[in-house]
């Protein structure tokens, strides 16, 4: 269908998004529209050449590099003059004099409370809530529903509550309460009456009575008591009622009547219009603002079914306690909202500049996102400081951080905010923001609250920067290359050197497989043992069992103590992950070429077909994985880059995608969560016609010309292609 336009001033304007942003977005915040777009028109006008700028420096510095290894072909490589390239063509810059951010008016869910993060799309109303309102989880049923329980000795899950099952959910928080709250004098498994509150003074000795902050009482008895431990609390709900409204419908099995044990989890969330949505239109943007608006006004709702019951789901109300002194306590009752804009790269259709081109989206996200949040500053239902926090992802280097810089100055003179109202985080995971971060830090340093590594488009830019260079090792042992730990490393290293702790968040990427919740336990540890603030979790159970490695480990203390170790070295950030030697089965290829190419067609055909940027996609042995753009622009790359070095061919590598397009049919045709969708169309037996077929195809046999080995650009002309 044909958008309509209309002129506003000296912009193209889709019909639907201005009325959009006069009838819902303006209204309430005392800025006219003439104001508004005024305003937007002239900055976009200014803005837009810089970022085509911006963009041209990208490609001329990966020709650079192209060149210089093509000439170095045949010789053993240099890293020494390898290095000295770089720094000669402005690919690596000189770090400065040692700098402290002086970031301002930070939520103490940024600076002082250390936590899971999610990163929910945007686009989705019944998510973002999910997400919002995981502030606050149940112990026990994350516990009962996932395999950290195991459903050995007749502990089985089942359709019904298993007492046995039940049991073993309350040993385990018995035991988590020993470690997290211990009593002065015995156990909590040795409790057998529910502690009693007179005076404001508890009846129950802690070995630090500090940790004891709150509680509520209902019909005059002990309802719930809250506790702190690593500045996160611990809320132990009592039934002395008889009118649990929990799903044991056989009654409290619990000596001590503990109802529940609510762990605050989410500390923050990133509501994403990137790479977990797939947007490439106006109505598509609308639908992403739209949503951000209602969490912002607090007015977001989704309504659906479950078992037969029509459903309403809302934001959650902050949570009220009485203190020890008989005063009220309230605490966040959701998750800090964070917006993650989309990068430098992509346009939109949505707005035509004069020149007929299309808007630049990151300049776009950042104005409409930053209006949306100035119905927030009335109710201080997200920020209780009036700030605006953007993520930004994919930034290549200092001059682009800079630039960011100016689109936030730019925003916040049309909205009429203060300066650096509008809070930014640096993604780091592009090669020349890693290689840089200091100087990136530094651009942005008087707004910065977050820095996170991110593996796979990491990853994925390491293989395209690098594509001249040869054959890369697989994508399984990238993990444990050299470059990838000085990376992890150097980017807690710059933050804390640069005044992070206590200060702004040092983040960690995605665990990827909500259903093995067992492994997480044991892996996920890591991250915040690595000094990490925050790291990303998939799910609201998940944020509410990687809590309990923050109760673990003192994040703060942990940075202390790294602040003191030998920083990451440049030399090992720069080691190229190429294959010694490639002397390869083709069992071996044809595995690694398989898992690959999966992979991508399970992503592409929901991304191109459902419009679904974001989902538990089965991998190659059923796995679900939560997967966005990030780990196709990985497996693309890597196959693009075998086949250039002529590792497979482009006949082997087709007929690979054509048997994996089968086995992902076969997959979406069996997932109920595909459900509710359109009806899915197949790829196999379809390949001519299947848009998302050759859209995957294309991924992979012209990944290595497309900038940056992004996927975007041929993502939204096959979705568009899509849905015209």
């Avoid at 385990?172 to 009693?196: C, F, H, M, Q, T």
């Amino acid at each position: 269908m044909k958008e309509k336009y209309i002129k506003i001033n000296n912009l193209s304007v889709a019909q639907k998004f201005a009325n959009f942003i006069n009838d819902e977005l303006l209204p309430g915040t005392k800025i006219s529209k003439k104001k508004f777009w005024n305003g937007f028109d002239k900055c976009v006008h200014e803005l837009a050449p810089k970022n085509k700028k911006l963009l041209e420096k990208r490609e001329k510095l990966q020709k650079l590099i192209d060149t210089w290894h093509k000439d170095n072909r045949g010789n053993k490589f240099n890293l020494k003059k390898y290095t000295k390239f770089l720094k000669k063509i402005g690919y690596i810059k000189k770090n400065g004099p040692n700098f402290k951010i002086k970031t301002k008016n930070l939520d103490k869910e940024i600076s002082s409370i250390c936590g899971p993060q999610l990163v929910c799309p945007v686009s989705n109303a019944r998510f973002l809530l999910n997400a919002a309102n995981a502030r606050w989880v149940s112990l026990y049923d994350s516990l009962y529903g996932t395999d950290l329980i195991p459903e050995s000795q007749g502990a089985l899950k089942g359709k019904t509550y298993n007492p046995i099952r039940g049991e073993k959910v309350i040993r385990y928080a018995r035991d988590l309460l020993d470690k997290y709250i211990p009593l002065k004098y015995g156990s909590w498994k040795n409790l057998s009456k529910v502690p009693e509150i007179k005076n404001n003074k508890l009846n129950l000795e802690l070995k630090n009575p500090k940790q004891f902050v709150g509680y509520n009482k209902k019909l005059n008895k002990l309802s719930s008591l809250l506790f702190i431990n690593n500045n996160l609390h611990i809320d132990i709900l009592f039934d002395q009622t008889g009118n649990m409204e929990v799903n044991n419908p056989e009654g409290n099995q619990d000596k001590l009547k503990i109802h529940d044990i609510i762990l605050e989890s989410a500390i923050s969330t990133i509501c994403d219009h990137e790479d977990s949505v797939a947007a490439v239109d106006a109505e598509d943007k609308i639908l992403g603002y739209k949503n951000w608006l209602g969490l912002m006004k607090f007015n977001l709702k989704a309504e659906f079914s479950k078992k037969g019951k029509k459903i309403i789901r809302k934001l959650n109300f902050d949570r009220n306690y009485t203190s020890i002194k008989g005063k009220k306590i309230k605490l966040h009752g959701r998750s800090l909202l964070l917006n993650r804009n989309v990068g430098h790269l992509m346009t939109n259709p949505a707005i035509l500049l004069k020149d007929g081109f299309e808007c630049p989206e990151g300049i776009l996200d950042a104005f409409i996102t930053s209006l949306a949040c100035l119905h927030d500053f009335k109710k201080k239902g997200n920020s209780k400081v009036n700030s605006i926090y953007i993520v930004k992802p994919k930034m290549h280097g200092p001059e682009e951080c800079s630039f960011t810089n100016l689109i936030f100055e730019k925003v916040e003179k049309v909205l009429g905010l203060k300066k650096n109202q509008i809070l930014c985080g640096i993604m780091d995971e592009e090669r020349r923001t890693s290689v840089n971060l200091k100087e990136c830090i530094r651009a942005l340093k008087n707004r910065v609250f977050f820095i996170n590594t991110g593996f796979l488009d990491r990853t994925g830019d390491e293989i395209h920067t690098s594509m001249e260079v040869g054959p890369m090792i697989f994508k399984g042992d990238m993990k444990s290359s050299k470059w990838i730990s000085a990376y992890e490393n150097n980017n807690v290293d710059i933050g804390i050197s640069c005044g992070f702790s206590g200060k702004a968040q040092i983040g960690k990427g995605m665990w990827a497989m909500p259903d093995l919740m067992s492994s997480m336990m044991k892996q996920k540890i890591t991250h915040p043992l690595a000094g990490a603030n925050c790291a990303w979790v998939p799910s609201p159970t998940a944020a509410a069992l990687h809590v309990l490695h923050y109760h673990e480990v003192n994040v703060f203390k942990k940075q202390n103590k790294l602040s003191k170790r030998k920083p990451a070295k440049l030399s090992d950030l720069l080691t190229i992950p190429v294959a010694d030697k490639t002397n390869w089965s083709i069992e071996e290829i044809t595995k690694e070429l398989k898992n690959n190419a999966q992979g991508i067609l399970g992503y592409v055909v929901r991304w191109v077909d459902q419009s679904v940027g974001c989902s538990k996609v089965p991998d190659i042995n059923g796995i679900g994985l939560m997967e966005d753009r990030a780990t196709c622009r990985i497996s693309s790359q890597h196959i693009s880059n075998w086949l250039y070095h002529g590792i497979c061919s482009k006949k082997h590598v087709l007929e690979i995608m054509k048997k994996m397009a089968k086995i992902v049919d076969d997959q979406n045709l069996k997932d109920p969560s595909m459900k509710g969708h359109a009806p899915y169309q197949t790829m196999s037996g379809n390949f001519d016609k299947s848009i998302a077929f050759k859209a995957a195809c294309e991924l992979v046999f012209h990944g290595r010309t497309q900038p940056s080995g992004y996927t975007e650009p041929i993502l939204h002309l096959n979705r568009l292609l899509k849905k015209n």
